[in-house]
């Protein structure tokens, strides 16, 4: 008997499937979104399977602030550590699909970090859900099986702010050029993963189809490599950062973080293999305001970028904090960083007056 795929029927009898490329590039994108499990969950970590909550098919992706739809992303999943997961589509008789699809997919990736803010994805997920008739509430529900839905949206723009991200291709069969182009940048950047999925369907008599996925982007070192990603924390952060630029920077540090505890804040610790950070939060009814973050690189990050809750969604408030930033002796905020993500040296506060002076204008 020829090696092959076969169904076995009820009344026994052996038939073979023959494989089948998809009809178009949408069959192939409604299965994705019908079947999320296509994206083999449990290939990508087999210890911890990976399963998928749809935000949306084609969403839209800015390019510039302020700016209308220029892309739109075949699908936005979300993982159940709240990673987003952007996935694009294509034929294996798409000739895009050998290296065009993949600055694509990247370009998706560098704009979503910035122009997605978290009550974006949260509209898009939400009209989603109304769609297809389902209850947003009642999906989240049950995919975080009894989690906290805000500390899920807390995660997911944490993730996004870090660039934890995952980029999967999907195809029905994936052509050796696009398998070696992922294979590299799946060791190249992390924390950002990315993968290839093949999907190849097999039909036969009647309406009866097998489909099966297999994962493509070399899983045992990229597994193994980012096992590695450590998660921080106040006892691991400081001896760190006193390693790398001494104890001055450790007691700047330290004062950043008492005055944020001392008022409330929450203080979330990052994750990464090489540098810690932590980031002083502010949870309040609308939604998390943020203040800075501070690194084991010696930099206090200011998160204009994120800043999407009243009063700094306005750009005029954040323009009026940048000056007000500006006016300590050292820094020196450019106009267009109001949108981004600049930074100030630690040593740069280490002076007590420039840390009061920055303490002053959070307060």
Known sequence: MPSGVYLIQDNGQLVEMTQQPPPNEDHLQRLVADYPNLLAGDQINPTVPRRWLLIAREVPLASEPDGGPRWSVDHLFLDQDAIPTLVEVKRASDT????????????????AVTYWPIETIRHYFETGCRERDLDPDQELSGFLAGGDPEAFWVQVRTNLQAGRLRLIFVADAIPPELRRIVEYLNQQMAPTEVLAVEVRQYGGEGKQRILTPLVIGNLEKTTTAKADVKQWDEASFFPELEARHGPQAVATARALLHWAT??????????????????????????????????????????????????????????????????????????????????????????????????????
């Open 96 to 111: 895009r699909i050998r290296r065009e699809v993949v600055g694509q997919l990247l370009e998706y990736a560098a704009n």
């Open 262 to 363: 001392s008022r409330g804040l929450r203080i979330w610790w990052g994750k990464g293999p090489r540098s810690g950070s932590f980031f002083p939060m502010l949870d309040l009814p609308k939604g998390t305001a943020y203040t800075f973050g501070v690194w084991t690189y010696q930099s206090v990050e200011l998160q204009f970028q994120h800043m999407a809750v009243p009063p700094f969604n306005d750009q005029a408030h954040r323009e009026e904090l940048r000056r007000r930033l500006n006016e300590i002796p050292g820094v020196n905020i450019s106009a267009e960083r109001v949108t981004k993500r600049p930074s100030i040296k630690l040593q740069t506060l280490g002076a007590r007056t420039a840390l009061d002076q920055f303490l002053a204008v959070f307060d």
